[in-house]
C-alpha cells in the first residue's frame, strides 16, 4: 500500500457530503478504484474511472481524478448512517494486481 | 448470479500446518486473484491466475501457491503456517475491464 495513501478518518454529520481523498504514485495507472468493506466483510466495489477520465457520477458517488497531481477522491452526497465503513482506494496498470491504500475510516454521527 | 464465493469463512490451524483455500469467480469472469489483509492494513497482492496460469505474482514466498481449475475456480495453498499468516484471504474475480469483485474472504488464525 506505500504506492497509494489515503487519509485514516473521516467523522461526518449525517446528511452532510462526505469527501475522502486519495494519491497515488503510479502515472501508468489505467483504473482507479474505489471500495467499500464493512466489518467483518468482504470488500465490495463503488465505482471506478479510468485514467483518461476526470469525473464519474454515479447516483449519490462523484468519482473525481487529477491525474496531473495524481489525486483522486470519492465524494457521497447526503452520506447515511449505512455508509459508515471503510474505504479503500486502489490503483492498477493493465488490470492485473490491484495496489490498495490503508483505507479511511468513515464514521457517520447523528 | 451468487457472485464471488470463498470456503471456508473461518478456520483455525497450527503452527507449521498446511491450509488450502477455495473461490468460485463470479459467473462470467475467467480471472481469479488472491490478496491477504492482516488486521487494520489494505489488501495485499499475492497472485492472478488466468487461463490456469500465475499471470502476476506479489511479494509473497514460495509458500504461497495456487492453482486454477478449468472451470476458472481457484484454490490458494500455503504450507508451513506462520503465526504472522493469520489474515482475511480475499479472493476477487475479473473479466476484461470489469473492475475486480470479492468474495467474503477466509478468516485464517494461526495458533
Known amino acids: 500500500g506505500e504506492d497509494v495513501e489515503q487519509s485514516l478518518f473521516l467523522s461526518v454529520r449525517e446528511g452532510d457530503s462526505s469527501v475522502i481523498n486519495c494519491t497515488y504514485t503510479?502515472?501508468?495507472?489505467?483504473?482507479l478504484y474505489w471500495y467499500k468493506q464493512e466489518p467483518g466483510a468482504g470488500l465490495q466495489l463503488l465505482t471506478y474511472?479510468?485514467?483518461?477520465?476526470d469525473m464519474k457520477q454515479d447516483q449519490r458517488l462523484t468519482v473525481l481524478l487529477n491525474k496531473k497531481d495524481k489525486h483522486l477522491s470519492l465524494r457521497i452526497a447526503d452520506t447515511q448512517t449505512g455508509d459508515s465503513a471503510i474505504y479503500f482506494c486502489?490503483?492498477?496498470?493493465?488490470?492485473?494486481?490491484?495496489?490498495f491504500g490503508a483505507g479511511t475510516t468513515v464514521t457517520v454521527r447523528a | 448470479d451468487a457472485g464471488v464465493t470463498q470456503s471456508p469463512t473461518h478456520l483455525i490451524k497450527t503452527r507449521g500446518q498446511q491450509v488450502t483455500l477455495r473461490c468460485s469467480p463470479k459467473?462470467?469472469?475467467?480471472?481469479v486473484s488472491w490478496y491477504q489483509q492482516a488486521l487494520g492494513q489494505g489488501p495485499q497482492f499475492i497472485f492472478q491466475?488466468?487461463?490456469?496460469?500465475?499471470?502476476q505474482r506479489g511479494n509473497f514466498p514460495d509458500r504461497f501457491s495456487g492453482h486454477q481449475f478449468p472451470n476458472y475456480s481457484s484454490e490458494l495453498n500455503v504450507n508451513a503456517l506462520l503465526l504472522g499468516d493469520s489474515a482475511l484471504y480475499l479472493c476477487?474475480?475479473?473479466?476484461?475491464?470489469?473492475?475486480?469483485?470479492f468474495g467474503q474472504g477466509t478468516r485464517l488464525t494461526v495458533v
Open positions: 476477487a474475480s475479473s473479466f476484461w475491464e470489469s473492475g475486480a469483485f
Open positions: 503510479d502515472s501508468s495507472s489505467t483504473y
Open positions: 474511472i479510468f485514467s483518461n477520465m
Open positions: 486502489a490503483e492498477t496498470v493493465n488490470d492485473y494486481k490491484l495496489s
Open positions: 459467473s462470467g469472469h475467467d480471472t
Open positions: 491466475y488466468y487461463e490456469e496460469e500465475e499471470r
